[in-house]
Antibody, heavy 121, light 110 residues
Framework: EVQLVASGGGLVQPGGSLRLSCSAS????????MHWVRQAPGKGLQYVSA????????YYADSVKGRFTISRDNSKNTLYFQMRSLRAEDTAVYYC??????????????WGQGTTVIVSS | QNVVTQEPSLSVSPGGTVTLTCGLN?????????PSWFQQTPGQAPRTLIHSTNTRSSGVPDRFSGSILAGKPALTITGAQADDESDYYC??????????FGGGTKLTVL
């Protein structure tokens, strides 16, 4: 069974940093692209970032470009999301999502349970 | 600035049929946008229903179907059930690794 378990969320002050992790199991992690999608409280889904299977190609929404970094360690079956210079508007549940293919172009497939990030003083 | 639009809310009677659409402000959204549809109930992670316009994900009942209607990706629920009451989101591939979600449709079954 494909499982994605996100962790690392929490309460952080504006301007602070946080690193999210997403542990994958049940599939060949190194063969698939991965995404991060977030959902602010009471709001819809927002596409944030993606990385291809090898880690060589990454994408960022304009709202996080230059502040957030997506990466992966295929030897540990883990996806990461380093978030810096956090703002109140980054407050959201962050979901890691498996793609259907090696590049982040085939469509989102399996969703993890999400981890909550709250940016507040 | 591309914007994906969905009906904010729809209702359907149990056993009835309802169609949700996913519009793109810059024009038609064809199969080349690889539209996908997701279902989300309160407090839960989204679940993928449809990918690549009309392919159901594993385990998704066949009462859910995807298509393109008048230049808009569409999700049709035939024979709606009470537990179909959820929020539904579409997403379109905009190129260069970029995906854009619609604002979601809140579906009520009553």
């Amino acid at each position: 069974e494909v499982q994605l378990v996100a962790s690392g969320g929490g309460l952080v002050q504006p301007g602070g940093s946080l690193r999210l992790s997403c542990s994958a199991s049940g599939f060949t992690f190194s063969s698939y692209a991965m995404h991060w999608v977030r959902q602010a409280p009471g709001k819809g889904l927002q596409y944030v970032s993606a990385i291809n299977n090898s880690g060589g190609n990454t994408y960022y929404a304009d709202s996080v470009k230059g502040r957030f970094t997506i990466s992966r360690d295929n030897s540990k079956n883990t996806l990461y999301f380093q978030m810096r210079s956090l703002r109140a508007e980054d407050t959201a549940v962050y979901y890691c999502v498996k793609d259907r293919g090696a590049e982040a172009v085939y469509g989102m497939d399996v969703w993890g349970q999400g981890t909550t990030v709250i940016v507040s003083s | 600035q591309n914007v994906v639009t969905q009906e904010p809310s729809l209702s359907v009677s149990p056993g009835g049929t309802v169609t949700l659409t996913c519009g793109l402000n810059s024009g038609s959204a064809s199969t080349a946008f690889y539209p996908s549809w997701f279902q989300q109930t309160p407090g839960q992670a989204p679940r993928t229903l449809i990918h690549s316009t009309n392919t159901r994900s594993s385990g998704v009942p066949d009462r859910f179907s995807g298509s393109i209607l008048a230049g808009k990706p569409a999700l049709t629920i035939t024979g709606a059930q009470a537990d179909d009451e959820s929020d539904y989101y579409c997403v379109l591939y905009m190129g260069s690794g970029s995906w854009l979600f619609g604002g979601g449709t809140k579906l009520t079954v009553l």
